[in-house]
């Protein structure tokens, strides 16, 4: 069984495309569904947010496998093959695990070390878990790419040199409007991004803040967290008449303001920071007079980074690399438990099966004799496997052989019956990483289908 991952995101795709393949929770779901239904296909997770679409499986089969999510990505998407494998990535066993331990850490986001992918990691895990799609092998990648992103934000200064989505939209705000200070400033949303938009505003400008959103509740706590005015969804097109820059993350399938509604509204110099995908305001308010639409496309910070941020980069990359490193040994020292059990079970046969030769040698041997030969025996035994136990499981991760084979080998053990002895449980947040295939790093899908988008 081998991990893989194939997606789209930001670094790969237009952000018409990944708008036409973003999928709401439902529909990740199927996919997901889809995916694990296949016959190579032991557990499948999907990752979808409004930059990146991304299935994770454990797999049988390599070419397999890649066949078969390439084909469901567009039946569930509604994009065809063609136009979607030219944009697709795929990673394969450690380049899969470190992939996604830095996309956790947000070395792989738009704006580099935001934490919203953390939020989404965990919900992706939840529901696969939930729905039996996620087990041993996906549930302990996930568990550990947690842990790496949690590492990231507490023992480095990534978030806080990174410049998030939030800053450059209000950057480009203001160099349409001027100082923001006294504008009128409204957030439509109050999910994860929206209430990062209301409170990145609140603590560096003052504004006339408002906020709406569907749940009036929601929006209630929001604008009670920043100093702002909530209100209903109905009362949107009111609270635009007066704005001045409309920050919007909604999560909502189709735009949300329209060219009709925009054009309905006093003619006034307006900036739209469009933070979702898909689009929360429609392309055609940008033609409109006086009116702005700043989308993520043009938020993208083409990797102009400071010395700050390199360095804080790089000290993520590290953690990273340590910890992919540390994920490969202990998957390896979790496929040796079964042999040393084996082995072991293997020489306790062998002591009971002498023991049963002395009765039959030695029938009037008396208890407290027969009791003394067995402990003698039993410690002669742990004492011999002992080194070779703690050997075999220190040389896991070493890359000069498989010592796990010699000593099955050695002492003839049956590698099914290796693998069958102490099988870890179906679920649990057990790690699995292992080699790196030759030529399987970071490939494209579109250099593993036909024209006709069949296999290769």
Known sequence: MSLLVIGASHRSASMDLLERVALGDDAAGELAAAVQAGDTISEALTVSTCNRLEVYVEASAFHGAVHHIGHNL?????????????????????????????????LDSMAVGEGQILGQFRTALRRARRSGRAGTHLGGLFDHALRVGRRAHAETEIDAVSRSLVQRGLERAEARLGSLVGKRVVVVGAGAMSSLAAMTVARQVRTDLHVVNRTRATADRLATATGGTAHDWDELAGVLADADVVLTCTGATGAVIEAPLVRSLPERDRVFVDLALPRDVAPEVADLPRQVVVGLDALDSGGEEDQAVEAQVRAVRELVESEVAAFEIARRQLEVAPTVTALRQSARSVMLAEMERLDRRLPDLDEASRSEVERAVHRIVDKLLHTPSVRVKELAGDPRGDFAGALRELFDLDPHDAVNVSAPPATGPLPLLGETAPGMEGLRLDTLFDEQGGAR
């Open 74 to 106: 567009a039946d569930i998407t509604g994009v065809r093959l063609p136009d979607l494998s030219q944009h697709l990535y795929v990673h394969y066993e450690d380049r899969a695990v470190g992939h996604a331990f830095s996309v956790a850490a947000g």
